[in-house]
């Protein structure tokens, strides 16, 4: 087990441990200090640095009104959108207060902030039992049926996972309303290194009440003229959450097949192995 390939994993599954705890460690910080109570007064969508959207709340204390900002950012400003809609003007919230600076507020502590650690945590596990797996894996005559059968199975989680992701583009198509939006700005905004996307502002009616919101999209490549009429899909009850990329169209449904299909051929794969044994 002193394989220099070994040793690799097992220094990436430390490193990855080590940001694991760190994240973990900083986290529980946060929800130990002590908690000052303010009420939501306004909320916005900010664009970062990075491409990304993070989510603004402007709250009453007793100290004076403070801005308080989300600790994670989303590509999709409608995402952001729909976690701010949670908490509307008026709501009164308890925010954990640095001890160190009595104007540092943050968001308060949400059960879904432990996923990140646990994540890395078990991305460690991995990095250090997959050489593990692989030698003893080697040892056996049947080797290939059980490596075949790994495939196989993860093979069928893709397709179930491509699945997911086209029923809810259905979804999206069959339940939320369509309305007719103005465009009143547009920007390129890059997602990744090689991904660029268009973001663009949409004024549009809902049950009578003007609806202002920043809609993104994914690879699409032209800025969208002021003043151009363009068919969205809100989410109902929400109605700041839309899109306008929803159509039965390939580019919509795109993520959905090439998970399905990959899927497919890496459980062609498993199945072949299993048939070769």
Do not use: C
């Not at 994240?23 to 664009?47: D, M």
């Not at 590509?75 to 008026?90: C, K, N, Y």
């Amino acid at each position: 087990m002193r394989d220099p390939v070994v040793l690799i994993f097992w220094a990436v599954a430390l490193l990855l441990l080590a940001v694991a705890g760190w994240s973990g460690w900083n986290q529980h910080q946060i929800a130990g200090w002590a908690r000052v109570s303010g009420q939501v007064v306004s909320s916005r969508v900010l664009p970062d640095a990075h491409g990304k959207y993070v989510g603004e709340l402007t709250v009453r204390t007793a100290d004076g009104e403070r801005q308080v900002r989300t600790g994670w950012a989303s590509q999709l400003a409608s995402r952001m959108q729909a976690t701010l809609d949670e908490t509307p003007a008026g709501t009164n919230l308890a925010f954990p207060q640095n001890p160190a600076d009595a104007k540092d507020l943050r968001w308060p502590p949400q059960p879904q902030d432990a996923i990140m650690p646990w994540a890395l945590a078990g991305g460690a596990l991995l990095f250090v039992f997959i050489p593990v797996g692989v030698v003893a894996l080697s040892q056996r005559k049947d080797a290939i049926k059980i490596a075949g059968s790994i495939f196989l199975v993860l093979g069928l989680g893709m397709i179930a996972g491509g699945l997911v992701v086209g029923y809810s583009r259905i979804d999206v198509l069959r339940h939320w309303p369509a309305v007719e939006g103005t465009v009143i700005s547009s920007w390129e905004v890059q997602r990744s290194r090689r991904i660029w996307g268009v973001d663009a502002e949409f004024a549009y009616v809902v049950d009578g009440r003007e609806i202002r919101s920043v809609l993104g999209s994914r690879g699409r490549s032209g800025l969208l003229p002021a003043g151009s009429k363009h068919w969205l899909r809100y989410q109902p009850g929400h109605p700041k959450v839309a899109s306008f990329e929803a159509g039965w169209t390939l580019g919509y449904f795109w993520e959905g097949l090439v998970l399905g299909l990959v899927g497919l051929g890496i459980g062609g794969l498993g199945l072949g192995m299993r048939k070769l044994s």
